[in-house]
């Protein structure tokens, strides 16, 4: 996206056999094979050669992989640059989100988040895309936002069928990522045992209201929820095996077990670790989740799928809105099925 917008890019890669394709082809052999890249792309190997004199930085890795990757490129990436983590999740262990990471490892650094709903194959396409760039806003920022990271790293990566919208609210555009990818993997696991529309619709909503108790105990805004980082993130993902989050909880529906999904390769999928560590900061901040914490069961701790969401289901029967604070016992909480 950036390079179409007229950008100059520079991608760094682990693998020296890809950075060699890349620049000999125009093709990444590990990534959308079929897809060219725009010619002038320059990959390498070299973390210094990647980062010299550059204006801005994404960093996408998988998250368990961010903090290494800023250890690395600390020291050779030019002063002030802002970085904007792609990655979507929390640490493990330390319960920070990914931009909290970064700014330990990269002091000094403005540090914010892309994210929203963008299947890479189909924004490459050129099928009309839209994600959200959130940076934090200080006063500097505010009495000229055209100067402000977010705004810049925008106007750098929009283009004729991409485009990103600007947000200060950092936390909550990355809870709706991390969480979005669990309740995936719950939409997976339900239409994989054999349930259909609406059932996905009940976990969506209840995902929504999910990221939106976590994001308030952050001290993020609801609005962020029922944007493209929040709403279209997880609708999008919510809805295609093209998700891999998605497509790991459909194979377990079906009965497969974790170690067969994707035909026993190992593909990444978020959601699976952060269903722990999105449980582990809600249960810091005291908030419930209870989709969240039914998948991890299921992935983490052995319990039954059909029972677990049988007891879902079965949970107090609760008011919308919440601030009418009712709750009233289901009367299948012992022993219910999952509904037909």
Known sequence: MARRAGRDVRLWVRDEAIAEAINATSHNPAYLPDIPLPEGIAATT???????????????????????ICAQAAPHLPKGV????????????????????????????????????????EAVKRHPTAATVAFPFGRDDRLAPEKSPAARLSVTLSGLNFRTHISDDVAGVEICGAVKNVIAI???????AGFAENTRAALITLGLQEMRTLI???????????GLAGLGDLSLTCSSTTSRNMALGTQLGQGIPRAECFEGRPVVVEGELNAINVCDLAA?????????????AILHDGADL???????????????????????????????????
Do not use: N
């Open 284 to 296: 810091r901040l005291g908030v419930a989740m209870p989709v969240t914490e039914t998948v991890r």
């Open 82 to 121: 802002p970085v904007a983590l792609c990655a979507k999740g929390i640490e493990e262990g330390s319960g920070y989100l990914m931009t909290q990471v970064a700014e330990e490892e990269l002091p000094g650094h403005p540090v914010g988040v892309l994210s929203g709903p963008t299947f890479a194959a």
């Open 186 to 192: 719950a939409c997976g696991m339900m239409s994989g």
């Open 306 to 340: 059909q029972a677990s969401f049988a007891a879902l289901w079965a949970r107090p029967l609760l008011a919308e809105p919440d601030t009418m604070a009712l709750a009233f016992t289901h009367p299948m909480a012992e022993g219910s099925e999952v509904p037909e």
């Open 216 to 226: 308030g105990a952050l001290g993020g805004r609801d609005e962020t929820v029922m």
């Open 46 to 68: 070299d973390m210094a050669d990647a980062l010299r004199e550059t204006d801005v930085v994404l960093l996408v890795v998988p998250s368990a992989a961010v903090r290494e």
